[in-house]
């Protein structure tokens, strides 16, 4: 009786045993718009009861069946390397699916709208005011591309609000979860994290994104490690908003001081640049033990070869900007914030997972098949320099609408420099020959599937479905990596607990003080004892039109949030009142280089950009431009402005100064100036006794340091220029050559030059990189 007892009791543990060897090893969470699936010791999967993917139990396992077939493919094992994975789904892919793949959106806002450069929005064939859509609805141009054109990467701009950017990723990952391979969408961004100068910090108000300075002002600080804290920060706040990839870094060398873009690069020192670009890189893509994890972002590195040689600085936007020049033979140094920062990482992750191509025609660098053309359809720069001489094998994107037609060469529109006479599908399939795998900008997959076809009429099918397959792997390498597979859906509370809390806010705001230079304080102006009594002058804002044809209205307005200004001095309305005089003005908007009313004059169109307020004669410009020639330019060959005269539109910005100076006497003037590029600072600077500059930060910033709060640590990235006739004799491929402006104090403001209140500074950064 004992035995059987004994028996018994052994059996039952025996079964017991069994159960429990044979249970699922996860479990499993409703949310309110989607399911999570726990798996112990793997990955989380996420996936909406909305769409018709189920779960499939292997090894005890979780997984998700995305093409519905009952079966464990490779590409939905998520114990497979992303490679694996990769290569698997590609191959499962039909044509019309990677032609989509290769499509990279044009920018969508959350909630859509309208304006008379990317045209209307509708909801239900409604403008979304009168349609009743929720925000964070998809709009009719959203679902027809993801639906028909299989687009699966999209670029965002403004939303609403971090809540409803959570839930327009959720709404939008559940209607492609469902269709084909179910492969999930990547979200992007351009930068988002720009400071507004006019809010006040509070640790305790978060809520929209946190605030840093442009990553020019990033650089600024000398101190990589301040860039990468940004990078860590900033993907965590891109991921809870659905976004797993950055339109960013700008790694541009900005060698040519008139480039209206110079204020989105980290400078113009190849050093400081590759060790800030590898920074911000490793910032973003490494996340978990600096591997690749779930709050990951993958970095789209721009602009290769480099972007800033533009001649005379006039922008690739543009066809009169559409040249690259080199007049001192210096490619090889645009190539190191790439070649030396961003595809040399010290973490995991290895190099920057994808790069853009800028709009411009790297002129005569083609030294093997001898063509300008825009640098996305030059096959040398793409297929032997870049993915031959540097190994790199990740994705390459055009930068957007490259492949529209241009009108003319001043309004912004299409961008096909050096292409203009081939069609729309034959530029796609130069650029695919190229070795590019992406269209920037382009919603509609019909040209790629027509390039496909005269690849199959040159090549033969087999040849072009490697090469789709070879583009679609790249892609594909990237969506697996950050995760999206496995979970694209985001929980709104957590979201809206994650983007600007405090933490990453107080981040940004130190950030920020670090940034700002003081180049000039003579007789220790700065800093000013609290409460002294603050003369600040209004400034007069110009009219203006940006590039996309939307005017500022004139206006004149204090250049500070005086409710700032407020709480560390005392603000009077009279000069005579004041113990001293705080003017705020921006550099010189020399504006663009070309103005169709010379033309109508029998011009050419071509003006020189300035960096001095006041009215410019280009009399040391070339006699014959560099590169030049368009066929939307009738028989203009020199794009010369030798001998035009040109005034900056913010002129009123240098009498401010000069004329606050004449009416405080001998009290002391400030000038805080914000720069996007470099300026002549000659005009303004015998008129000031303290000079602060900075990228971009809140009003607060600057008043801590006026106040003396915080000690200024800054230094310049980039040259002062001492004239403009130094502009006109440097050469735009070339860093650090022109003559610095030296002050009356005797200080050059060269790269590298900065005060704290002790004076110059001298520390280890000077030592690393001047």
């Known amino acids: 009786m004992h035995s059987l007892k004994q028996n018994l009791r052994w059996g039952s543990l025996f079964l017991v045993t069994i159960f429990i060897g044979c249970s699922p090893k996860f479990t499993e969470e409703k949310k309110d718009s989607f399911n999570l699936v726990h798996n112990e010791d793997g990955a989380t999967l996420g ?3 909305d769409s018709k993917v189920s779960i499939l139990t292997v090894d005890r396992l979780a997984f998700k069946d995305l093409n519905q077939n009952g079966t464990l493919d490779p590409y939905e094992d998520w114990r497979l390397p992303a490679d694996e994975r990769a290569h698997d789904l590609a191959s499962k892919m039909s044509v019309e699916q990677i032609a989509g793949l290769m499509l990279y959106s044009a920018h969508q806002s959350i909630p859509g709208g309208g304006n008379s450069f990317f045209g209307a929005v509708t909801y239900n064939g409604k403008p979304y005011e009168e349609s009743g859509a929720k925000p964070s609805d998809l709009s009719d141009a959203q679902k027809k591309f993801l639906l028909e054109d299989n687009l699966r990467h999209v670029l965002i701009t403004s939303v609403e609000s971090p809540g409803i950017s959570a839930q327009w990723n959720n709404n939008a990952q559940t209607l492609v979860e469902g269709i084909g391979l179910g492969i999930p969408i990547n979200t992007s961004s351009d930068p988002r994290h720009g400071s507004d100068s006019y809010a006040e910090f509070n640790a305790g108000a978060g809520g929209t994104i946190s605030m840093w300075p442009s990553t020019l002002g990033l650089a600024a600080s000398f101190d990589p490690s301040l860039m990468q804290q940004f990078g860590e920060i900033a993907s965590k706040e891109y991921r809870a908003l659905g976004i797993a990839t950055a339109l960013s870094p700008q790694i541009d060398l900005a060698t040519e001081p008139r480039w209206s873009r110079f204020d989105g690069t980290m400078g113009e020192d190849p050093k400081l640049a590759a060790d ?136 912004f529109r299409g961008k096909p420099w050096g292409v ?115 003369y600040v002058p209004q400034r007069y804002v110009a009219p203006t039109v940006n590039w996309f044809g939307v005017a500022t209205q004139e206006r004149t307005e204090h250049p500070f949030n005086m409710e700032i200004v407020a709480k560390y001095f005392e603000v009077v309305d009279e000069p005579s009142d004041a113990d001293f005089a705080l003017v705020g003005i921006q ?98 600077e015998p008129s000031a006794d303290a000079i602060l500059v900075h990228m971009g930060v809140q009003d607060q910033a600057l008043m801590d340091i006026v106040s003396g709060k915080v000690e200024p640590s800054a230094m310049l990235p980039f040259q002062m220029p001492n004239d403009m006739i130094t502009v006109e004799s440097q050469f735009e491929d070339v860093p650090r050559d022109m003559e610095p402006y030296t002050d009356s104090n005797g200080n050059a403001y060269d790269f590298a030059f900065g005060l704290n209140w002790n004076g110059t500074i001298d520390d280890a950064r000077v030592k690393e990189y001047k």
């Open 47 to 49: 996936y909406s009861p």
């Open 276 to 411: 800030m670009a590898r920074a911000y890189v490793e910032g973003f893509q490494a996340s978990e033990n600096g591997d690749w994890g779930k709050q990951s972002v993958n970095a789209m590195v721009k602009h290769w070869p480099g972007g800033g040689p533009e001649e005379g600085g006039r922008d690739g936007h543009f066809g009169y900007g559409s040249y690259a020049v080199y007049p001192g033979k210096n490619l090889e140094d645009h190539l190191k914030p790439f070649t030396e920062g961003a595809f040399d990482l010290e973490g995991p992750t290895e190099m920057a997972t994808a790069v853009m191509p800028y709009y411009t025609i790297s002129y005569n660098q083609d030294t093997k098949n001898g063509e300008n053309v825009g640098n996305a359809y030059n096959k040398y720069l793409i297929t032997d320099l870049l993915r031959g001489k540097y190994g790199y094998d990740g994705v390459v994107c055009t930068d957007w609408g490259i492949t529209s037609d241009a009108p003319n060469v001043y309004e």
């Open 420 to 534: 203009e006479n081939l069609s729309v599908a034959e530029r796609h399939y130069k650029i695919i020959e190229a070795g590019c795998d992406q269209f920037g900008g382009n919603n509609d997959m019909g040209p790629v599937i027509e390039a496909y076809q005269m690849g199959v009429e040159e090549h033969g099918e087999e040849y072009m479905r490697k090469r789709f397959e070879t583009s679609a792997v790249r892609l594909l390498k990237n969506i697996f990596r950050t995760g999206l597979f496995e979970n694209p859906y985001l929980d709104v509370s957590e979201t809206e607990q994650i983007v600007g809390n405090a933490e990453f806010m107080e981040a940004g705001y130190n950030a920020q003080l670090k940034s700002v230079v003081m180049l000039k304080n003579s007789s220790e102006t700065l800093p000013v004892q609290a409460k002294k009594k603050v």
């Open 587 to 684: 550099s010189p908007n020399g504006d663009v280089g070309y103005d169709f009313a010379d033309t109508e004059k029998g011009g050419n169109g071509y003006m020189p950009i300035s960096l001095q307020y006041g009215t410019y004669t280009a009399t040391h410009a070339r006699e014959t431009s560099l590169a030049a020639g368009s066929p939307l330019e009738d028989g203009i060959t020199n794009r010369s402005y030798k001998g035009k005269t040109t005034t900056a539109v913010n002129i009123s910005d240098m009498s401010l100064v000069t004329d606050t100076k004449r009416k405080m006497g001998d009290k002391p003037v400030v000038v805080i100036v914000k720069v996007s590029k470099p300026m002549v600072f000659a005009e303004i």
